[in-house]
T-cell receptor, first 115, second 111 residues
Framework: GAGVSQSPRYKVAKRGQDVALRCDPI?????LFWYQQALGQGPEFLTY????????KSGLPSDRFFAERPEGSVSTLKIQRTQQEDSAVYLC?????????????FGEGSRLTVL | RKEVEQDPGPFNVPEGATVAFNCTYS??????FFWYRQDCRKEPKLLMS???SGNEDGRFTAQLNRASQYISLLIRDSKLSDSATYLC????????????FGSGTRLSIRP
């Protein structure tokens, strides 16, 4: 597709379940970002990939959060043993190169609700 | 101090009014700045970049004040369709590996 694709769009999980969220960036985009957005807040940085290398994971809130991009294209954000405070929209964004020379293209997000 | 801070809003102004938002940033090494727009339950989209000399795009004007470390967005002759949340965006490093969004300013334009 032409844009960033995320799946699932909606996910309801019971507390303690593991979830996996997928992001298909725009073809050829080097940079990939994950953000967490709670209701009424701005997107909070989670992690950044340049191709397959995870260059910054300082925003991951705990060791229950794990992200990978093994072949430098599709990325997966995994949350283990979900907690209610993990409920949020998880946004994936990609850019051709560095943001300085381009823009971030966002997917529609994966809305996670933990019961 | 948070890395990026914005006027919280909400701003509720009549159609045709001029409205301005500010955003302050803490990292003096940041080189580039952006305003994004986010409609309700939608993903953020780039509105405009912010250049050192300031820049204008139709009814929208963005300015940067490096000395005071803030950027601003001015919207003239506001339209109903301008109702949205406006996000200030600051890459923290020259490598643009960590890109921080402000918490957003909500704008509502009334008829």
């Amino acid at each position: 597709g032409a844009g960033v694709s995320q799946s699932p769009r909606y996910k309801v999980a019971k507390r303690g379940q593991d979830v996996a969220l997928r992001c298909d960036p725009i073809s050829g985009h080097v940079s990939l970002f994950w953000y967490q957005q709670a209701l009424g807040q701005g997107p909070e940085f989670l992690t950044y990939f340049q191709n397959e290398a995870q260059l910054d994971k300082s925003g991951l809130p705990s060791d229950r959060f794990f992200a990978e991009r093994p072949e430098g294209s599709v990325s997966t954000l995994k949350i283990q043993r979900t907690q209610q405070e993990d409920s949020a929209v998880y946004l994936c964004a990609s850019s051709l190169g560095q943001l300085i020379s381009g823009e971030l293209f966002f997917g529609e997000g994966s809305r996670l609700t933990v019961l | 101090r948070k890395e990026v801070e914005q006027d919280p809003g909400p701003f509720n102004v009549p159609e045709g009014a001029t409205v301005a938002f500010n955003c302050t940033y803490s990292n003096s090494a940041s080189q580039s700045f952006f305003w994004y727009r986010q409609d309700c339950r939608k993903e953020p989209k780039l509105l405009m970049s912010v250049y050192s000399s300031g820049n204008e795009d139709g009814r929208f004007t963005a300015q940067l004040n490096r000395a005071s470390q803030y950027i601003s967005l001015l919207i003239r002759d506001s339209k109903l369709s301008d109702s949205a949340t406006y996000l200030c965006v600051v890459p923290l490093y020259s490598s643009a590996s960590k890109i921080i969004f402000g918490s957003g300013t909500r704008l509502s334009i009334r008829p």
